[in-house]
């Protein structure tokens, strides 16, 4: 099965809600995205403090008439299109299984991963209570608590929010700003260097100052960066850089015509610092006419 649009845009997260509250809908579009609603993966956390603008759009937020949004879509691959003219084909997968989308432009706006602590390569066990803050702030909000003494790390907006969210619902919070960002968020400076326990977490052992130090938990939110979330492009010629950020141009434009990208699948962050001034920038070059 396959459906025909002007610009098909990959992820409904801040980028293309900003975009699409300035006004960037005067074309036949598609929003594809794999939650069960509109937002991004920012939602357990609101409200909270530092977000006022983020609780603000995803509050207000209405989907334009006349654009189609399909969620619980997965995007599984990207076919740009061999000669001018034809259009671009996003695969997609749903319960009801694979769809092509076929759109003369595309928008990659899927946003990151949270990086865990595999990716940092953290010595230690992988006893179970080790988690990101999605799933921390996920368990909160269906009504677990997942855990009794929790340990956050990161030195973000992010994992100062998550942490108070966390001291909120009644665990023991410590929060440990990362060394690489210690002039961050967070008010202790360290550095993980093994996970104890199992199987369930024990402790964490941190360097702080030269020395080797064992902090008590039996929940580890670790917060200390994101990926861009662009596997699924393998193949597809996208350029894509550090952390595997897709490299573009001013003009938010990758190095294939015809397809864009924009927000923390361009510059991973956490926080999402520029996710909703690109959703605007974004807006006002489409209303101009994406080239």
Known sequence: MEERYDL????AGLSTLSMLSAGASNVRTVVLDYQEAAGGFLQPL???TGFE?????TRTFRMPAGVTIYLGTTAVGLLPALDPGEPHIVMVRQRQ???????RRVLIACGGLEATREHAQIPGTRPAGVMTPILALQLLARGYLPGRQALVYGSDRYAEATARRLSEAGLQVTHIASAANAGGHGGVAGEIVEIVGFPRLEGVRLRRGGQIVEQAADMLVYAAGMLANTHWLKGS???TGEHGAIQVDAGYQTNIAGIYAVGTVVAPSLD??????MGKEVASLIAGGLS
């Open 53 to 57: 603008d983020v609780w603000e759009l």
């Open 272 to 277: 999402h610092r520029d996710s909703i001034t």
């Open 97 to 103: 299984g694979t769809r092509q989308i076929h759109a």
């Open 8 to 11: 098909a845009i990959v992820g």
């Open 46 to 48: 609101l409200p909270a």
């Open 237 to 239: 010629g996208v350029l």
